[in-house]
């Protein structure tokens, strides 16, 4: 089945390939805004097959069609022909960040550079820097970018696997025979990206099993299979690993292939000073393994509890202190999914999201959330149509009639607010006032020096009115770096005006970081996770956030959305 994932990167590589084609601004708008409608659908294209798709909004009979024939064909006719006028080597150029296609055009045809490692040679020689238009800074953009673009093309999205994993162990609990049945790997222990897929159940019969997951759809070759396991590369483009494992050894196989690798060798060295040894098939005294059956192995915490240990979640597993905690019994009692009350961080349609202010209620209310705070841009981000004071107030004035409609849930209004420049907010003091969460994001001026970024945000931090500082590092994963500035310096200024840091959930943003998270929270820093969706669908990406948090070892206490609606409504006039 298609995915919206591989929909979205035809339609990307389509917009791509025009700017050298046609160059037609409205047709490139077009393919780019169908990128974005693609990523907030509720259900997966493959599943929309036969539907009238001009019903989506911002979808029109151009784009409809298209969608149609790749979900029919499994490409699209046009894409070919564009690829077939512009060469690989051509495009791969464009699409390192920082490039553009009249550079890429002049590289490849002047310079006679082809592809990527020749572009990366090139940089890494200091060639690029003497020719017209780009100079030593942009060669040097030019190769974080080239090994960005590397990077990315290698692994996955953490939230792309995790849709993908869903499905396909769906697809495998119609096998007869199969009972238990789970991802392992980097995947479940939450990790931002996602190398391959690792997927473990028991089952009657292994031979059987091995057979059905090699024959799935998504599987596009078998790179390898026997009888109780096999390893395939699937349509998505990643390798999935399938194991067969008896009962006996489930807990012992889940845990080892959970990994992470320093954390197992790191608990093999302490089976071993108790005198066990501790594989893949379970936990076995010295000298027994291979010919006695485990001491302990069907489940996970019964390993761990033979070693005198607490079961640890897979987030923590990386070998960060967490075996010590276990010991001490001192393990962070884990905040979940189900601990949030509501999100901070979303856009309506008012801006760059795709459904209304009243769609979004009710994919609150959906949730269970007790309340939500519902934002859009402010006015100085003009590609996104950021609002206008007067629009603010209209907006305002719509949600307090959808609060006498909804009144099952508490509605406020939030609004992601440019930090500018100078670190000025991007409303005067009485329109921040009028809004009930305000949230602080730097969406310009990425280069700053460090210093000078890092004074820009904490003047921002500083602002009474600011409540969330949002996507604090803005990175785009495998897209753009993170911008410098002093995280210890920021948390510190946070800190001191009680002021919240987003752990942003949307896929590609995943900001903070889990390593970044912790940080702020040892500083003394309440976090806030938000999924900054862009459409009612997206509100699903609270799942990623929370994973983070997870990974970063934060409890309730530490996460603002934790609170009830008085709780929060106390926090928010905390400078009053």
Same mark, same amino acid.
């Given at each position: 089945?298609?995915?919206?994932? #591989?929909?979205?990167? @035809?339609?990307?590589?389509?917009?791509?390939?025009?700017?050298?084609?046609?160059?037609?601004?409205?047709?490139?708008?077009?393919?780019?805004?169908?990128?974005?409608?693609?990523?907030?659908?509720?259900?997966?294209?493959?599943?929309?097959?036969?539907?009238?798709?001009?019903?989506?909004?911002? *979808?029109?009979?151009?784009? &409809?069609?298209?969608?149609?024939?790749?979900?029919?064909?499994?490409?699209?006719?046009?894409?070919?022909?564009?690829?077939?006028?512009?060469? $690989?080597?051509?495009?791969?150029?464009?699409?390192?960040?920082?490039?553009?296609?009249?550079?890429?055009?002049?590289?490849?045809?002047?310079?006679?550079?082809?592809?990527?490692?020749?572009?990366?040679?090139? &940089?890494?020689?200091?060639?690029?820097?003497?020719?017209?238009?780009?100079?030593?800074?942009?060669?040097?953009?030019?190769? %974080?970018? @080239?090994?960005?673009?590397?990077?990315?093309?290698?692994?996955?999205?953490?939230?792309?696997?995790?849709?993908?994993?869903?499905?396909?162990?769906?697809?495998?609990?119609?096998?007869?025979? @199969?009972?238990?049945?789970?991802?392992?790997?980097?995947?479940?222990?939450?990790?931002?990206? !996602?190398?391959?897929?690792?997927?473990?159940?028991?089952?009657?019969?292994?031979?059987?099993?091995?057979?059905?997951?090699?024959?799935?759809?998504?599987?596009?070759? !078998?790179?390898?299979?026997?009888?109780? #396991? =096999?390893?395939?590369?699937?349509?998505?483009? *990643?390798?999935?690993?399938?194991?067969?494992?008896?009962?006996?050894?489930?807990? =012992?196989?889940?845990?080892?292939?959970?990994?992470?690798?320093?954390?197992?060798?790191?608990?093999?060295?302490?089976?071993?000073?108790?005198? +066990?040894?501790?594989?893949?098939?379970?936990?076995?005294?010295?000298?027994?393994?291979?010919?006695?059956?485990?001491?302990?192995?069907?489940?996970?915490?019964?390993?761990?509890?033979?070693?005198?240990?607490?079961?640890?979640?897979?987030?923590?597993?990386?070998?960060?202190?967490?075996?010590?905690? &276990?010991?001490?019994?001192?393990?962070?009692?884990?905040?979940?999914?189900?601990?949030?009350?509501?999100?901070?961080?979303?856009?309506?349609?008012?801006?760059?999201?795709?459904?209304?202010?009243?769609?979004?209620?009710?994919? &609150?209310?959906?949730?269970?959330?007790?309340?939500?705070? @519902?934002?859009?841009?402010?006015?100085?981000?003009? !590609?996104?149509?950021?609002?206008?004071?007067?629009?603010?107030?209209?907006?305002?004035?719509?949600?307090?009639?959808?609060? %006498? #409609?909804?009144?099952?849930?508490?509605?406020?209004?939030?609004?992601?607010?440019?930090?500018?420049?100078?670190?000025?907010?991007?409303?005067?003091?009485?329109?921040?006032?009028?809004?009930?969460?305000?949230?602080?994001?730097?969406?310009?001026?990425?280069?700053?020096? $460090? $210093?000078?970024?890092?004074?820009?945000?904490?003047? =921002?931090?500083?602002?009474?009115?600011?409540?969330?500082?949002?996507?604090?590092?803005?990175?785009? *994963?495998?897209?753009?770096?993170?911008?410098?500035?002093?995280?210890?310096?920021?948390?510190?200024?946070?800190?001191?005006?009680?002021?919240?840091?987003?752990?942003?959930?949307?896929?590609?943003?995943?900001?903070?970081?889990?390593?970044?998270?912790?940080?702020?929270?040892?500083?003394?820093?309440?976090?806030?996770?938000?999924?900054?969706?862009?459409?009612?669908?997206?509100?699903? +990406?609270?799942?990623?956030?929370?994973? *983070?948090?997870?990974?970063?070892?934060? $409890?309730?206490?530490?996460?603002?959305?934790?609170?009830? +609606?008085?709780?929060?409504?106390?926090?928010?006039?905390?400078?009053?």
């Amino acid at each position: 089945m298609i995915t919206n994932a #591989k929909l979205s990167e @035809i339609f990307d590589e389509m917009a791509v390939l025009l700017t050298f084609d046609d160059g037609n601004p409205f047709r490139i708008r077009a393919y780019q805004k169908a990128v974005q409608i693609i990523g907030g659908l509720p259900r997966e294209a493959g599943e929309l097959s036969g539907e009238d798709l001009t019903r989506i909004e911002g *979808i029109g009979k151009g784009i &409809a069609s298209h969608i149609s024939e790749i979900l029919k064909t499994g490409t699209l006719q046009e894409l070919q022909a564009l690829r077939s006028k512009v060469p $690989e080597g051509l495009l791969a150029l464009a699409r390192v960040p920082g490039m553009g296609p009249k550079r890429a055009r002049r590289l490849y045809y002047d310079d006679k550079i082809h592809g990527l490692e020749q572009l990366q040679k090139a &940089a890494e020689a200091g060639r690029l820097r003497d020719l017209p238009g780009f100079g030593a800074k942009l060669e040097e953009n030019i190769l %974080k970018g @080239i090994r960005l673009a590397v990077k990315a093309s290698e692994r996955m999205l953490y939230w792309e696997a995790k849709l993908l994993a869903q499905k396909l162990l769906k697809e495998l609990g119609a096998c007869p025979g @199969i009972a238990e049945i789970v991802p392992a790997g980097s995947l479940r222990r939450g990790a931002e990206t !996602v190398g391959d897929l690792d997927i473990l159940c028991t089952a009657r019969d292994g031979a059987r099993a091995v057979e059905f997951f090699t024959r799935m759809p998504g599987v596009e070759r !078998v790179l390898a299979a026997g009888a109780t #396991k =096999a390893a395939v590369w699937l349509k998505a483009q *990643i390798q999935c690993d399938f194991r067969v494992v008896p009962p006996e050894s489930f807990g =012992a196989a889940l845990q080892y292939f959970t990994g992470s690798k320093e954390h197992n060798v790191a608990l093999r060295e302490l089976a071993v000073k108790q005198g +066990y040894s501790l594989n893949e098939y379970g936990l076995f005294k010295s000298g027994d393994a291979g010919h006695k059956k485990p001491l302990a192995g069907r489940t996970e915490e019964e390993i761990y509890s033979r070693l005198g240990l607490s079961w640890i979640a897979p987030e923590l597993r990386e070998c960060r202190g967490e075996i010590a905690a &276990a010991q001490r019994g001192s393990l962070p009692d884990l905040v979940e999914l189900k601990d949030v009350r509501g999100d901070f961080h979303n856009h309506t349609r008012y801006t760059d999201g795709r459904d209304s202010l009243e769609d979004m209620v009710l994919g &609150a209310r959906s949730r269970g959330w007790e309340w939500t705070a @519902i934002g859009d841009h402010s006015q100085s981000l003009k !590609v996104a149509h950021g609002l206008s004071p007067r629009r603010l107030q209209e907006t305002i004035e719509e949600l307090r009639g959808l609060q %006498k #409609k909804h009144k099952d849930i508490r509605l406020m209004r939030s609004m992601e607010v440019d930090i500018l420049k100078d670190g000025a907010l991007d409303y005067a003091d009485e329109v921040l006032a009028s809004i009930d969460v305000v949230i602080g994001s730097v969406h310009t001026a990425f280069k700053l020096p $460090e $210093e000078e970024m890092t004074r820009r945000i904490q003047k =921002a931090a500083a602002n009474p009115h600011l409540d969330i500082l949002g996507h604090l590092s803005g990175r785009l *994963i495998g897209r753009r770096e993170a911008y410098a500035f002093d995280a210890g310096k920021v948390f510190a200024q946070a800190a001191r005006m009680q002021t919240a840091v987003e752990i942003n959930g949307q896929p590609q943003r995943q900001d903070l970081s889990d390593t970044a998270a912790r940080m702020a929270a040892e500083g003394g820093v309440t976090l806030a996770v938000t999924t900054d969706a862009h459409s009612a669908a997206q509100l699903e +990406y609270m799942a990623a956030a929370v994973t *983070i948090a997870r990974r970063a070892g934060l $409890e309730k206490k530490h996460i603002l959305n934790c609170l009830t +609606y008085d709780e929060l409504k106390r926090w928010l006039e905390r400078h009053e």
